[in-house]
């Protein structure tokens, strides 16, 4: 979908997602879905807190997630 946000899970990243690089794929998503790069003053409330709410999704995804075969950090 959007070739700028990268697998953040084990192994395709060594080491676990740091809160940077989670926001960051949340916000190139709420790019994507959007259609703007920066959103206009009345819209940013919405498009920051869709931001926020995606990062915290992905933020228990990635704590959830269970890869067989890999290493599962506590």
Do not use: W
């Amino acid at each position: 979908m959007c070739r700028s946000i990268k697998t953040l899970r084990p192994p395709v990243l060594p080491e676990e997602a740091t809160e940077e690089e989670i926001r960051a794929a949340a916000l190139q998503y709420v790019r994507k879905v959007s259609g703007f790069r920066a959103p206009a003053a009345h819209n940013r409330e919405v498009f920051d807190r869709a931001v926020d709410e995606i990062a915290a999704a992905t933020g228990r995804l990635l704590d959830e997630l269970e890869v067989r075969g890999g290493v599962r950090t506590p």
